[in-house]
């Protein structure tokens, strides 16, 4: 039980960490390159780049997620109250609530999105296109705000309040 464990828990670093990484290259690289192009190369870079990583953030962040959820029942099953009576039990809880809606978030937004994408590209709408990206100049961004956070309290809510040095 100890190496799944482990081996459930590398899982879950790791595809918060990819997850975390991507919306980090969206923010700093992706959508900052897109915005350089001329319009009208917009909607075919736009069609061929972001519903690949839209997909790949989904799917990150679900695996994060549900291997998440996993790891705290096996951690907290004859402890669960320590989840809303601590301090870092509720920091824990409320960043794996942010996660869980950010992830809902990934499987609701980004197919509209991509569905933009695609109508974007397949017309030629420059204008449709200045609007996606708008969006991904928004969205992105407070999704790294929330991700960041959920980080910090996943951290601290795991590893207790001496992961904030004090």
Same mark, same amino acid.
């Given at each position: 039980?100890?190496?799944?464990?482990? &081996?459930? #828990?590398? +899982?879950?670093?790791? $595809?918060?960490?990819? %997850?975390?990484?991507?919306? @980090?290259?969206?923010?700093?690289?992706? &959508?900052?390159? !897109?915005?350089? /192009?001329? #319009?009208?190369?917009?909607?075919?870079?736009?069609?061929?780049?972001?519903?690949?990583?839209?997909?790949?953030?989904? %799917? /990150? *962040?679900?695996? $994060?997620? @549900?291997?998440?959820? !996993?790891?705290?029942?096996?951690?907290?099953? =004859?402890?669960?109250?320590?989840?809303?009576?601590?301090?870092? =039990?509720?920091?824990?809880? &409320? =960043?794996?609530?942010?996660?869980?809606?950010?992830?809902? @978030?990934?499987? !609701?937004?980004?197919?509209? /999105?991509?569905?933009? +994408?695609?109508?974007?590209?397949? *017309?030629?709408?420059?204008?449709? *296109?200045?609007? @996606?990206?708008?969006?991904?100049?928004? !969205?992105? #961004? &407070?999704?790294?705000?929330?991700?960041?956070? +959920?980080? %910090?309290?996943?951290?601290?809510?795991?590893? =207790?309040?001496?992961? /904030?040095?004090?």
């Amino acid at each position: 039980m100890a190496t799944a464990f482990i &081996v459930l #828990r590398w +899982i879950h670093l790791i $595809a918060a960490a990819a %997850w975390y990484g991507e919306v @980090v290259t969206i923010n700093f690289v992706l &959508v900052p390159a !897109v915005n350089r /192009l001329p #319009r009208e190369q917009a909607p075919k870079v736009l069609f061929e780049i972001f519903p690949r990583i839209f997909k790949l953030a989904s %799917w /990150l *962040s679900a695996t $994060a997620v @549900v291997s998440g959820i !996993v790891l705290t029942t096996l951690k907290y099953r =004859g402890t669960p109250e320590l989840l809303w009576t601590t301090t870092a =039990g509720i920091l824990f809880s &409320v =960043g794996a609530t942010l996660a869980l809606a950010l992830t809902f @978030v990934h499987f !609701v937004l980004e197919p509209r /999105l991509d569905g933009m +994408i695609c109508t974007a590209a397949n *017309s030629q709408d420059i204008e449709l *296109s200045e609007r @996606v990206l708008w969006l991904l100049k928004l !969205v992105p #961004r &407070v999704g790294l705000v929330v991700i960041t956070l +959920i980080l %910090w309290m996943m951290t601290v809510g795991a590893h =207790g309040l001496a992961a /904030l040095g004090t």
